[in-house]
Antibody
Framework: QVHLVESGGGVVQPGGSLRLSCAAS????????MHWVRQAPGKGLEWVAFIRHDESDKNYADSVKGRFTISRDNSIHTLYLQMNSLRAEDTAVYYC?????????????WGQGTLVTVSS | QTVVTQEPSFSVSPGGTVTLTCGLSSGSVSSSYYPSWYQQTPGQAPRTLIY???TRSSGVPDRFSGSILGNKAALTITGAQAEDESDYYC??????????FGGGTKLTVL
């Protein structure tokens, strides 16, 4: 059974940094691409970042490019999102999502999310 | 910048049929965008319904179906039930490792 558990959210001041983690279990973590998706309060879903299973490719939404870094540690089945230069508009619930694999370009499992609040 | 468009809201009667659509600000949606659909109720994580245009995710009732209608991707609910009242999001793969969600459709069943 696939489980994704995010952690690391909290309150941070504008300009600050935070690192989110996503602990994965129930599937062969090192074989799957992974994503971060966020949802601002009362708003829709926004894809944030993608990482290939072997870290050979990473991509970001324009809204976070240059400020956020996605990474993973396959040895401990964990996905990360390092967030720097945080802004008020980064306030959101951040979800990690497992790529469905097979070249179908979708997300098949989601964590429950962790809330990041950027406020002074 | 590519914008993925969805109806902001829709209403359907219990037992009725509704089709939600997913378009592009410029251009047509085709299967090469691998359209997928997600259901989300307030306070919950999204749930995957449909991927690769028309493949139902495991455990999804067959009243949910996906297709391409004209120049848009579509999610059809046939025989809507009260528990289908949710927000629905489409997701398109734009290539080069970039994905974009639509703004979501709030579906009311009444």
């Amino acid at each position: 059974q696939v489980h994704l558990v995010e952690s690391g959210g909290g309150v941070v001041q504008p300009g600050g940094s935070l690192r989110l983690s996503c602990a994965a279990s129930g599937f062969t973590f090192h074989a799957y691409n992974m994503h971060w998706v966020r949802q601002a309060p009362g708003k829709g879903l926004e894809w944030v970042a993608f990482i290939r299973h072997d870290e050979s490719d990473k991509n970001y939404a324009d809204s976070v490019k240059g400020r956020f870094t996605i990474s993973r540690d396959n040895s401990i089945h964990t996905l990360y999102l390092q967030m720097n230069s945080l802004r008020a508009e980064d306030t959101a619930v951040y979800y990690c999502a497992k790529d469905g694999g097979g070249g179908d370009c979708h997300f098949d499992y989601w964590g429950q999310g962790t809330l990041v609040t950027v406020s002074s | 910048q590519t914008v993925v468009t969805q109806e902001p809201s829709f209403s359907v009667s219990p037992g009725g049929t509704v089709t939600l659509t997913c378009g592009l600000s410029s251009g047509s949606v085709s299967s090469s965008y691998y359209p997928s659909w997600y259901q989300q109720t307030p306070g919950q994580a999204p749930r995957t319904l449909i991927y690769s245009t028309n493949t139902r995710s495991s455990g999804v009732p067959d009243r949910f179906s996906g297709s391409i209608l004209g120049n848009k991707a579509a999610l059809t609910i046939t025989g809507a039930q009260a528990e289908d009242e949710s927000d629905y999001y489409c997701l398109l793969f734009l290539g080069s490792g970039i994905w974009v969600f639509g703004g979501g459709t709030k579906l009311t069943v009444l």
